[in-house]
């Protein structure tokens, strides 16, 4: 079935459970990568941000599929210069991809950047660090998200990368509790205590860099290679199939044509075969030596993830 598993997020909709990432797409390529995802794979979901710089060809990939628009879910994200504007910022993402509405809204990074700064995307100080504003709490930004989301520019609103910390810092000021929070979640960083905590506020995690990103060391772990053996299927396979059973959604990126399919029925293939015993003895190859935290932009600010070297303890 087009758009395989879904996950009904705190919003009352259903997100489906596995999304084509676009980080990294090159605008050129991922044209093509989204309209065949949607057309031949059977994606019914793609995430995108402001902050990619290929939402236009985003667009046009979506229309080029010629799957309609109600049948598709879009996630797009609002970039750290942006948290004092997120209208305006909304507004241009819905313009380049050419949509009325967003499925889901994100507030990409918990750091607000200075919009007047020295660089559309990354400002710095004289200093060479980035240039946040530290006394625009997170907060703020999220009024405004609630507001786009009352006006029915977007139908759910959530976080990417925010802790426990940054959720406690949240939650206390919001009307409507975020639906998703995007976070790296793989194998080497599966970031245990962060899932429970989110499971008993209600937000569905979403797994970014599920595969462990570009130049993965994630592809060739001994452990995933003896279960995908198990089962006739393949690492990536594998490495998709175990976060699903775990109850994300997955945001696999790929802008080559064989992957973006065998992504999408290799990951299904393995949820259907994973077994509780399967899942339990990858959940502890993090914590027994393989913790791997990938994505670490140099933002200056102790976001409160653990594992995220010089910020905070190196404790799982
Ligand atoms: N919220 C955030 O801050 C944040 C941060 C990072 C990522 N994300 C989202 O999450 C998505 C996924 O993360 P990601 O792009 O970092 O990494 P990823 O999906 O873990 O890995 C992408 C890399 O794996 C390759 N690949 C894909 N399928 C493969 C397969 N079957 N076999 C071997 N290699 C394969 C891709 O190459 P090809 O494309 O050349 O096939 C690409 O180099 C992003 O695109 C973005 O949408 C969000």
Redesign the pocket.
């Known amino acids: 079935m087009a758009g395989g598993p879904t996950i009904k997020l705190n919003s009352g909709t259903e997100i489906p459970a596995i999304g084509l ?4 797409s090159k605008p050129e390529e991922v044209i093509s990568a989204v309209e065949y995802a949607l057309k031949e794979a059977g994606y019914r979901h793609i ?1 995108c941000a402001w902050g990619y710089g290929n939402e236009k060809e985003v667009g046009e990939g979506i229309r080029r599929s010629g799957v309609p628009r109600s049948e598709i879910f879009i996630t797009s ?1 609002l970039w750290s210069t942006r948290h004092q504007d997120v209208e305006v910022a909304l507004d241009e993402s819905l313009s380049a991809l050419g949509v009325e509405y967003l499925d889901l809204y994100l507030v ?2 918990p750091i607000c950047l200075n919009p007047k700064g020295n660089h559309p995307n990354f400002p710095t100080r004289p200093d060479g660090t980035r240039d946040v504003i530290h006394d625009w709490p997170i907060w703020k930004t999220w009024e405004q998200m609630e507001a786009v989301l009352k006006k029915g520019k977007v139908k759910a609103i959530g976080v ?2 925010a802790s426990e910390k940054i959720l406690e810092e949240l939650l206390p000021h919001v009307s409507v509790v975020p639906a998703v929070d ?1 976070l790296e979640l793989h194998l080497y960083n599966p970031q245990h205590e962060l899932l429970d905590y989110l499971k008993s506020k209600g937000i569905v995690a979403q797994a ?7 130049n ?1 060391p994630l ?1 060739t772990d001994e452990h995933v290679t003896d279960i995908a053996k198990k089962y006739e299927l393949s690492n ?1 396979d594998i490495l998709l199939g175990y976060l699903l059973a775990k109850g994300m959604v997955v ?6 044509p064989a ?1 973006i399919s ?2 999408f029925d290799g990951a299904i293939a393995a949820l259907n075969k994973l077994s509780k015993e399967d899942v339990e003895a990858l959940d502890k190859l993090a914590p027994s030596g393989k913790q791997k935290r990938i ?1 670490m932009p140099p933002w200056g600010v102790d976001l409160g993830f653990r594992n995220w070297p010089g910020q905070s303890p190196l404790i799982l």
């Open positions: 990432g676009t980080w990294q995430d994200k990409h990074w990417s990368n995007q970014y860099s599920p595969l462990g990103s570009t993965s592809h990536t945001l696999p990126k790929s802008v080559t992957r065998s992504n994505i």
